[in-house]
């Protein structure tokens, strides 16, 4: 099923209308798609590399856009939706420790995800459920998001053709190593946070045991 969808997914990267898969897909991936923009991005960046920055702001403002969907139902959707999406997507086990860390640090947490693989969509819909103040939120997603899709662009730009062809060849690989990345994630946070860090990090893996 992983390599169906993303298959159907690159196809999309070659349509007519390319623009607006990749806006499509930036968008429902930040509130509860499982397969990330970027490898739709990075082959555009590679048949039109002067557009590398079009494609890109693209891909953040939809990106930002599908966030506010995930805040929506984080914040109204929970019980009923939030949820049932959380668990489709393996989240749910991740959702207690990205709401503490949410509560302890705010829009640090969503601009620093930009440099980390954390799934924006789990930030999205936790942001939501703590009511985290709608304007921080979009702020704060708005560099994160530029960060992760500018950073895309220009590294396949250089170096497209390896990366796209270790993805078709590993696909299952290359998603194990995700999942792995979502926990160091984790664990990057919180050593960019510096002092005071280590409270904060026993407070959220306890958290985890909640819920």
């Given at each position: 099923?992983?390599?169906?969808?993303?298959?159907?997914?690159?196809?999309?990267?070659?349509?007519?209308?390319?623009?607006?898969?990749?806006?499509?897909?930036a968008?429902?991936?930040?509130?509860?798609f499982?397969?990330?923009?970027?490898?739709?991005?990075?082959?555009?960046?590679?048949?039109?590399?002067?557009?590398?920055?079009?494609f890109?702001?693209?891909?953040?403002?939809?990106?930002?856009?599908?966030?506010?969907?995930?805040?929506?139902?984080?914040?109204?959707?929970?019980?009923?939706?939030?949820?049932?999406?959380?668990?489709?997507?393996g989240?749910?086990?991740?959702f207690?420790v990205?709401?503490?860390?949410?509560?302890?640090?705010?829009?640090?947490?969503?601009?620093?995800?930009?440099?980390?693989?954390?799934?924006?969509?789990?930030?999205?819909?936790?942001?939501?459920?703590i009511?985290?103040?709608l304007?921080?939120?979009?702020?704060?997603?708005?560099?994160?998001?530029?960060?992760?899709?500018?950073?895309?662009?220009?590294?396949?730009?250089?170096?497209?053709?390896?990366?796209?062809?270790?993805?078709?060849?590993?696909?299952?690989?290359?998603?194990?190593?995700?999942?792995?990345?979502?926990?160091?994630?984790?664990?990057?946070?919180t050593?960019?946070?510096?002092?005071?860090?280590?409270?904060?990090?026993?407070?959220?893996?306890?958290?985890?045991?909640?819920?």
């Amino acid at each position: 099923m992983l390599r169906r969808l993303y298959e159907w997914t690159m196809a999309k990267a070659s349509h007519p209308h390319a623009e607006w898969w990749l806006a499509l897909f930036a968008f429902v991936e930040a509130s509860f798609f499982p397969i990330p923009p970027h490898p739709v991005l990075g082959l555009m960046c590679l048949a039109e590399p002067k557009k590398a920055v079009r494609f890109a702001t693209i891909a953040t403002l939809s990106s930002v856009a599908g966030g506010v969907l995930g805040y929506a139902i984080g914040w109204g959707l929970y019980d009923t939706l939030g949820k049932q999406l959380l668990d489709w997507l393996g989240l749910t086990a991740s959702f207690p420790v990205a709401a503490c860390y949410l509560r302890e640090y705010g829009a640090e947490i969503i601009m620093i995800k930009g440099a980390t693989p954390i799934p924006f969509k789990l930030l999205t819909i936790t942001a939501g459920f703590i009511h985290m103040n709608l304007l921080t939120f979009v702020l704060a997603s708005i560099v994160s998001r530029s960060i992760s899709f500018m950073i895309v662009g220009v590294l396949f730009r250089l170096f497209g053709r390896p990366i796209k062809a270790f993805i078709d060849k590993y696909l299952g690989l290359a998603t194990a190593g995700f999942a792995v990345l979502v926990v160091a994630g984790f664990l990057a946070i919180t050593l960019l946070e510096g002092d005071g860090s280590g409270e904060v990090k026993a407070k959220c893996e306890a958290a985890s045991t909640v819920a």
